[in-house]
């Protein structure tokens, strides 16, 4: 398959289109990683674009109504859904999600056995297990997306949806209500193909279609929500360059949906994310101990130490010590395997190390006997403090993302807008944002290595810690980051010019 990327003007007058983005995490209102941040930050963006962007998505029970002024709608209260021979009730309730510049309408998906009864979004906070009525919770959310907009007589022109938990929707609409929507075109992009929402093939009768399209929505002998998304869409986009290449050439890597993508020739497109400013800006976020921007980098000291006291390590006034964060989903993907191969060299080295994340609950008691073994060197929390992981990315020298894969990645984004140098593994959208340092021409950004080991990973940490010894080529490399654009603004017009390309099928 050739990856693609529309050549297509936009015209300076052009109709805005009216858009649909439909995601099962925004922020603020519920964050487990870079999907909350893309569903906020995108449709901001495009809305800034003209275009007539609203957002959908559900209501977990951790979710305040008043703190997220979240109302009631009153032609959108107790719409019957089904599910299988059963029915239940959508209350679909209005919101917005906000920048200092533009707002966009967000309608909220509520139900109390679905949504409302559960803290968790797709598990169990206590044991870190899947709740066993995924399927139905997202198959009654895609319902939902299609009543609403019948109840509110608007049809848009493009529909986007985001990961395995809207994979149903298109197909959905495809085979469900393609009279109403047969001028609508469906966009699917795919965050990560290492969760496609897969369920015995008994969920097939919870969404209501037949036996004869089970071929369409099944892989590998399960529903597989992400299959039906990319079989039903007019178009899949996923979230970096490289990382489309690296999921077409390595059916592992796309669980054999790879095969799927083949049959969608010139219709697979890589679009790099890019970082909401107003959130993540060192110069203006309210998070900090103290605000800095590229001409006053010695500002970042104060921060380095409150993150040392908030984690319990010991600040050093005396020496540079170089300090390396991760603020990570716990598990194999991200690389937590390597930090406990590599323990020994590791923490043999003059660092400190500071981790924040939650996730693969097997890791925990590894970690945390790391932490007691290295009490001064490396420290440890197990939550979501959105709050500690703004400060992280100020105060820390360093940004560790030794992935196995990584479909784009916004951390090491963020570090480089805060002035942290990044060590990244060459995958995914790592590789398409963070340029290897060269002290000859003094060119790079970040720090780079290319095997999946520990060794490799150590190396490029070594070469990190070496040049953070030189203070005046540290700052340099630091600038190099700082003075990159690492805004929307690329990403939202790549995205409006496939949605008018999609509207004129000139993919």
């Known amino acids: 398959m050739r990856l693609h990327t529309p050549k297509v003007e936009l015209q300076a007058m052009a109709k805005p289109l009216s858009i649909l983005f439909v995601t099962s995490e925004v922020y603020p209102f519920a964050k487990t990683g870079g999907l909350a941040d893309v569903s906020y930050s995108l449709p901001l963006a495009l809305r800034e674009l003209g275009h007539d962007i609203r957002v959908m998505a559900p209501k977990y029970g951790s979710i305040s109504e008043r703190k997220n002024r979240i109302h009631e709608i009153n032609r959108l209260r107790d ?24 707002k966009v309408q967000a309608y909220i998906t509520t139900n109390s056995n679905y949504f409302d009864a559960k803290k968790g979004f ?6 870190g297990l899947d709740y066993p009525d995924n399927d139905e919770r997202f198959v009654f959310f ?26 149903i929707l298109p197909a959905l609409v495809r085979l469900k209500h393609n009279d109403l929507f047969a001028k609508t075109k469906i966009i699917y992009t795919i965050h990560n193909f290492g969760l ?17 399209d089970s071929d369409a929505l099944s892989h590998k002998k399960k529903v597989n929500f992400m299959k039906a998304g990319i079989h039903f869409s007019d178009c899949i986009t996923t979230v970096s360059p490289t990382y489309a290449k690296e999921v077409l050439a390595d059916q592992k890597l ?3 949906l790879s095969d799927v993508l083949k049959t969608k020739p010139d219709r697979m497109v890589g679009i790099a994310h890019g970082v909401d400013l107003n959130t993540w800006n060192p110069k203006t976020d309210a998070y900090l101990t103290k605000k800095y921007d590229k001409t006053s980098l010695e500002d970042k000291a104060p ?25 990570t989903r716990i598990n194999d993907q991200k690389g937590i395997q390597l930090i406990l191969d590599a323990e020994k060299d590791l923490f043999k080295k003059d660092i400190q190390f500071v981790l924040l994340g939650e996730g693969d609950h097997s890791f925990y008691p590894k970690l945390e006997a790391l932490a007691k073994k290295y009490p001064d060197k490396f420290s440890l929390r197990i939550e979501f403090d959105d709050e500690l992981a703004h400060l992280m990315e100020a105060g820390a020298d360093m940004f560790l993302m030794p992935s196995k894969y990584e479909p784009c990645g916004l951390n ?85 010019e496939l949605y008018r390309a999609l509207m004129k099928d000139m993919l």
């Open 142 to 167: 895609g319902h939902s997306v299609i009543q609403t907009c019948m109840l509110l007589g608007w049809v848009p022109d493009i529909i986007h949806c985001n990961d395995w938990q809207t994979g």
């Open 79 to 102: 719409i019957p859904i089904p599910i299988g021979d059963t029915e239940s009730y959508a209350t679909v309730k209005s919101s917005s999600i906000n920048n200092p510049r533009s």
């Open 196 to 212: 496609q929402g897969d369920f015995p093939m008994k969920t097939l009768t919870k969404t209501g279609f037949s036996t004869g």
């Open 303 to 327: 921060n380095k130490e409150t993150v040392l006291e908030r984690f319990g390590l010991p600040v050093h006034h005396d020496k540079r010590v170089p300090l390396i964060a991760m603020v």
């Open 122 to 127: 797709y598990a169990d906070p206590a044991t």
């Open 412 to 496: 090491q984004q963020y570090s480089l807008v805060y002035g942290t140098v990044p060590i990244v593994r060459s995958t995914g959208g790592l590789a398409d944002t963070v340029t290897d340092f060269d002290k000859k021409t003094g060119e790079g950004t970040g720090f780079v290595f290319k095997d999946y080991t520990a060794k490799a990973m150590l190396a490029a940490i070594d070469k990190a810690c070496k040049h953070y010894d030189v203070e005046e080529q540290w700052n340099a490399l630091v600038l190099n980051g700082m003075n990159e654009d690492r805004s929307w603004g690329r990403a939202a017009r790549q995205y409006s």
């Open 254 to 256: 796309s669980n054999g």
